[in-house]
Each structure stands twice: as C-alpha cells, then as structure tokens.
C-alpha cells in the first residue's frame, strides 16, 4: 500500500484561519519530507521540506512539523488566503543516493471567503 | 528561479500513435524525471536520467521509453499509444547533490482515442 498517506483528503477553511494539513508515512528510514502545493492545471511547486534531525522548520507563513516517533508530518500555513486554495501533497525519500520520492495522494485544500 | 518547460500542455492522439513528449529544465540539473499523475493514484515514477544517455526504470515503465541526449532535455515517449495512457504528464529536475528537492513543469494531458 501507500507509504505515505494522508488523514484528510478535503479541508475547508474560512480566509485568515489556519489551516493544518497532515501526513503520515509509514517508512522510518525515511530521512527527508517535501510538502508541494499543486494548483489546478498546474505542475505542483515546491513549498518547504525537513530532514529527519529536525522536528520544525518554517517558510514564509508556512510551518513544517515533524513527528519521528508516531511518523507524521503537518504542514500549516498561517493566515490562509484564496490563493492558498490548492492540492497539498508530502513526499518522502529513504535519502542517501537514494533519488526516488514517494508522494501522497494529496489533501484538497479549499478556501472560502 | 527554476524553470522546467513542457512541449505540450495539451494533446490528443489515437491509439497506436507514437507520441513524443519533451522537457527542458534551465538550471543546469543533473537529474531528469518523468511521472504520471492519475485520480487516485498519485504521481508515479515512469522513467529517471542521472546523467545524459542514463536511464533508469521507475515504478511504471511498461509502454514507455526516454530519451536524454542533452543534459537540458528529456524526452518521453509512447511507442504506440493505447487509451490506458491517457493521462496527466509531469516533468521533473533536480540536482546531483540535491536530489531529492525536484521541480516539476506544468504537465502535459494526454488523450488518446
């Protein structure tokens, strides 16, 4: 099955809330996530990413947390605007030489005005 | 910024047709990917190049092949066309060192008829 999962495939919020997006990965040898933001018709654009030896890592009004022991991973963005609406989707990667990532299928994140 | 151009954003084709999908990156990546993107399913990996003239199999390579004779393009194709190959087309690039952080192009739909 999928490796890296997600707990909600849709999420609605009201412009100016916070919105959480979670993952959960299966693999513990994996040592770097990528979060990717996929607009309609669009390629998905890089966002943010952590490595393992971190547990928090914080872009322009976005947060990446990361949970080694229970294999979850969040990506928050603050003060969620119209354009924030979009596919979110995490990857993971067992690092090293390793090129290969493995994507969710993605959280449908929309929102209203 | 990076950039990675697709040939086609949208294409339509009948089965049996050999098909010819290109992608150009301008930051000078090592590393080319190609992905299939299917609701549902995600983005599957169908064919990788570390290097040119190097290719690797992905995760779904069957009916497909690649071609990397510059280090700036990378090129996918469909030997014959057949309508299980309707799909989204996700180009990729990356860096040797970086390899994990890819930047995708805007896709290309393929229908094939």
């Known amino acids: 099955g999928e490796s890296v999962g997600l707990h909600l495939p849709t999420l609605s919020v009201q412009e100016g809330d916070n919105s959480i997006i979670n993952c959960a990965y299966s693999?513990?040898?994996?040592?770097?996530f990528i979060w990717y933001k996929q607009e309609s018709g669009k390629g998905p654009q890089f966002i943010i990413d952590?490595?393992?030896?971190?547990d928090k890592r914080q872009g322009q009004r976005v947060t990446v947390l990361l949970n080694k022991t229970v294999k979850h991973l969040s990506l928050q963005i603050a003060a969620t605007q119209p354009g924030d609406s979009a596919v979110y989707f995490c990857a993971e990667n067992l690092g090293g030489s390793n090129y290969k990532l493995t994507f969710g299928k993605g959280t449908l994140l929309t929102v209203n005005p | 910024d990076v950039k990675v151009t697709q040939s086609s954003r949208y294409l339509v084709k009948r089965t049996g047709e050999k098909v010819f999908l290109e992608c150009v990156q301008d930051m000078d990546h090592e590393n080319m990917f190609w992905y299939r993107q299917d609701p549902g399913l995600g983005l599957r990996l169908i064919y990788f190049s570390y290097d040119v003239k190097m290719k690797e199999k992905g995760d779904i390579p069957e009916g497909y092949s690649v071609s990397r004779e510059k280090k700036e393009r990378f090129s996918l194709i469909l030997e014959s066309a057949s309508t299980n190959q309707t799909s989204m087309y996700l180009c990729?690039?990356?860096?040797?060192?970086?390899?994990?952080?890819?930047?995708f192009g805007p896709g290309t739909r393929l229908l094939v008829l």
């Open positions: 952590i490595r393992s030896n971190m």
């Open positions: 990729a690039s990356s860096f040797m060192d970086r390899a994990k952080t890819q930047y």
């Open positions: 693999n513990s040898a994996s040592d770097y």
